[in-house]
């Protein structure tokens, strides 16, 4: 059980995988922790395996992860933005203004006082200025970014990028229906193929006939 996770964890971060024997015991390994030298693996903590067999994600060998790593930014960076602004009190940064001309001390001494009225203001800014009092934020607030639909569009080309209907993650609205549909969807064209080729290439390693599998 633990073996096919990880087969499967490897394949959709990398877009392949390695199998190999280990004291008897079958294992794998993902590309960043083996090198290849004469036709054989060099694997970290193991050391050299001369028979071994490489599963493919795809017939390309490119990982799902490979055409959706700005979508990922995008979305880390959004949840970045929300977590300091709930850090921050969700307070923005902006400018107070003062009508007298305040000296550099005094200044300080204002800011200071602000600093102590906001304690928890760890990602905002406060600059004091001459002139009337007048609080001017600084910023663009989360509604005018769009934020939220911006994180659900990115979101769903991560989700379809894996194989994995929107309705799922409830990402997008949808019945209870729909919901039986897309479950099916996903194990049907996502599960059950990935599994397939799992065991497949399995079999054909250990020179095992599990034709069942196709069915």
Same mark, same amino acid.
């Given at each position: 059980?633990?073996?096919?996770?990880?087969?499967?964890?490897?394949?959709?971060?990398?877009?392949?995988?390695?199998?190999?024997?280990?004291?008897?015991? !079958?294992?794998?390994?993902?590309?960043?922790?083996?090198?290849?030298?004469?036709?054989?693996?060099?694997? @970290?903590?193991?050391?050299?395996?001369?028979?071994?067999?490489?599963?493919?994600?795809?017939?390309?060998?490119?990982?799902?992860?490979?055409?959706?790593?700005?979508?990922?930014?995008?979305?880390? &960076?959004?949840?970045?933005?929300?977590?300091?602004?709930?850090?921050?009190?969700?307070?923005?940064?902006?400018?107070?203004?003062?009508?007298?001309?305040?000296?550099?001390?005094?200044?300080?001494? /204002?800011?200071?006082? !602000? @600093? &102590?009225?906001?304690?928890?203001?760890? @990602?905002?800014?406060?600059?004091?200025?001459?002139?009337?009092?007048?609080?001017?934020?600084?910023?663009?607030?989360?509604?005018?970014?769009? !934020?939220?639909?911006?994180?659900?569009?990115?979101?769903?080309? /991560?989700?379809?990028?894996?194989?994995?209907?929107?309705?799922?993650?409830? /990402?997008?609205?949808?019945?209870?229906?729909?919901?039986?549909?897309?479950?099916?969807?996903?194990?049907?064209?996502?599960?059950?193929?990935?599994?397939?080729?799992?065991?497949?290439?399995?079999?054909?390693?250990?020179?095992?006939?599990?034709?069942?599998?196709?069915?």
């Amino acid at each position: 059980h633990n073996l096919i996770q990880n087969i499967c964890t490897h394949m959709l971060i990398s877009g392949y995988v390695y199998i190999y024997i280990h004291k008897n015991i !079958l294992c794998c390994s993902s590309p960043n922790n083996v090198n290849i030298c004469d036709g054989a693996l060099i694997i @970290k903590n193991i050391g050299k395996v001369n028979k071994f067999h490489t599963i493919y994600y795809s017939s390309t060998g490119i990982s799902p992860m490979y055409p959706i790593q700005e979508s990922i930014e995008i979305c880390n &960076l959004i949840r970045s933005y929300y977590v300091g602004l709930l850090q921050n009190g969700a307070r923005p940064s902006g400018i107070l203004t003062h009508a007298a001309i305040l000296s550099h001390g005094k200044r300080e001494v /204002i800011q200071q006082e !602000l @600093k &102590l009225l906001y304690k928890n203001l760890e @990602k905002g800014s406060i600059a004091v200025l001459e002139g009337s009092y007048n609080w001017t934020p600084i910023g663009i607030c989360p509604e005018k970014l769009n !934020l939220d639909t911006n994180y659900n569009y990115f979101s769903k080309e /991560i989700a379809m990028s894996f194989g994995v209907p929107p309705i799922i993650l409830s /990402i997008t609205d949808a019945t209870f229906h729909n919901y039986q549909e897309a479950k099916e969807y996903l194990i049907n064209n996502t599960v059950l193929p990935i599994l397939r080729t799992i065991l497949n290439n399995i079999s054909i390693f250990l020179e095992l006939d599990i034709s069942i599998i196709n069915y």
